[in-house]
């Protein structure tokens, strides 16, 4: 069984601080991706890799990076975190060489102040 | 893709009914197609697939129907089970999008016992 595992379920930050929410699979997936969830909005595309230290942007990656040193390990950071990045965080991996299915982590409910 | 705004579609349905869920998708050369459910508080799950060249795939009380025609796609749960109330998204890809979805918004089902 894939397993997608993030770092936090829930987050609890201040504005303009320095945030890491961390995502590691296990399946040896070429692909990780990061989304946020907000109501109505659906799934939203951040930040996309598809191999150690490669990162693609996604929809909407202005206030966010991402890091990917190690094959199963997906970083996502905020550098100085506000109060619109409120928001469910979730991870995703897949091998699209062999499906195009994503497996996604628990999520991550981070809160800003 | 489906409504826009902060409001999910809803669906409301009967223990033991049948339920359709549709999505409108965005992308008349999408290639594949996915259903996920999404329960309160964890990741979304997968549910089924069809690939652009199918019309109809069934799985365990789930079929996907695809209309390309009219770029429409619906997933019909038979014998509603109240394990069944989360919010169900569609997805779209391309054989050479390198393994990234779009989402649609979502379609929230409450089962009434």
């Known amino acids: 069984d894939v397993k997608v595992t993030q770092s936090s379920r829930y987050l609890v930050k201040r504005t303009g601080e320095k945030v890491f929410l961390e995502c590691v699979q296990d399946m040896d997936h070429e692909n990780m991706f990061w989304y946020r969830q907000d109501p109505g909005l659906g799934l939203r595309l951040i930040y996309f890799?598809?191999?150690?230290?490669?990162?693609e942007k996604g929809d909407i990656p202005e206030g966010y990076s991402v890091s990917r040193e190690k094959k199963e390990r997906f970083s996502l950071i905020l550098e100085s975190a506000s109060t619109n990045q409120t928001s469910m965080y979730l991870c995703a991996s897949n091998d699209y060489r062999l499906a195009y299915e994503q497996y996604f982590g628990p999520g991550t409910r981070l809160t800003v102040t | 893709g489906e409504s826009v705004g902060l409001h999910l579609p809803t669906l409301s349905v009967q223990e033991g009914d049948n339920s359709i869920i549709n999505c409108a998708y965005s992308n008349s050369a999408s290639d594949y197609f996915i259903w996920y459910k999404q329960e309160s508080g964890k990741g979304p799950q997968f549910i089924i697939d069809i690939r652009s060249n199918m019309d109809k795939r069934q799985g365990q009380r789930v079929t996907v129907l695809l209309n390309k025609t009219v770029k429409h796609l619906s997933l019909q749960i038979a014998a509603t089970q109240p394990g069944d109330s989360a919010v169900y998204f569609c997805a779209e890809t391309r054989d050479n999008q390198g393994g990234k979805l779009i989402f649609g918004q979502g379609t929230e089902l409450s089962v009434k016992p």
């Open positions: 890799s598809y191999d150690v230290k490669m990162k």
